[in-house]
């Protein structure tokens, strides 16, 4: 079965300090899909990114960037320069086409809180 | 566009009652899925519709029934509420259940006393 490890349960950090938040995720199939969702205080999901397992490319986007390593099983997200309003859970996910069981295609983390303080 | 859409927002039960969750989502989506989220807990999936006319179970499925109404549609029913349904019930949808992100209703907050 797929899983994802979100080990960190809390990071806190002062505005404008960066923030990397690391995702290991196991999976037997060669095709699968990784995502990051945000979950500010106000509930709802938001999602953020999507990789595939063959598009390695590191992405940037304004304050955000994400590092996929297929060698090392990681998807990790970094905010640059944190401001209050990153403050949320944010959860990674991955799905593939070989899971079976009762958890459907997609797997969430645990999440890792984001505290930013002024 | 409203994306997906859950009503209601809040809802107070007594145990026993019975209630539906309503989801709509207007993307034109194949796929749809029911989440709770429990404190402590993460996302847990109840249901899911791979495509109109298909329902599956998921991780936590008993005491709750689902109905994909349409391609639109797929409503959530507690037959009879217990206090360990207290929780925040979350829709949502995908183009695709593997390949595409999946797009979120801004939750109901239900609690069971």
């Known amino acids: 079965a797929q899983k994802v490890t979100q080990a960190q349960t809390e990071i806190s950090v002062v505005e404008k300090e960066d923030v990397t938040l690391d995702c290991v995720y196991e999976?037997?199939?060669?095709?699968?899909?990784l995502f990051w969702y945000k979950q500010p205080p106000s509930g709802e999901l938001v999602f953020l990114i999507r990789r595939n397992s063959f598009d390695e490319q590191n992405e940037i986007s304004g304050r955000y960037s994400w590092n996929f390593q297929k060698s090392t099983s990681s998807f990790n997200f970094t905010i640059t320069a944190s401001q209050v309003v990153d403050s949320a859970v944010y959860f990674c996910a991955l799905s593939d086409y070989m899971t079976t069981d009762s958890w459907g295609k997609l797997q969430f983390g645990a999440g890792t809180q984001v505290v930013v303080t002024p | 566009n409203a994306g997906v859409t859950q009503t209601p927002k809040f809802q107070v039960l007594k145990t026993g009652q019975s209630m539906t969750l309503q989801c709509a989502q207007d993307m034109n989506h194949n796929s749809m899925y029911w989440y709770r989220q429990d404190p402590g807990m993460g996302l847990r999936l109840i249901y899911y519709?791979?495509?109109?006319?298909?329902?599956d179970k998921g991780e936590v499925p008993n005491g709750y029934n689902v109905s994909r109404l349409n391609k639109r549609e797929f409503s959530l029913r507690l037959e009879s509420a217990a206090p360990s349904q207290t929780s925040v019930y979350f829709c949502a949808s995908s183009e695709d259940e593997v390949r595409d992100e999946q797009y979120f209703g801004p939750g109901t907050r239900l609690t069971v006393t």
């Open positions: 999976t037997r199939d060669t095709t699968y899909y």
């Open positions: 519709s791979a495509s109109e006319g298909t329902t």
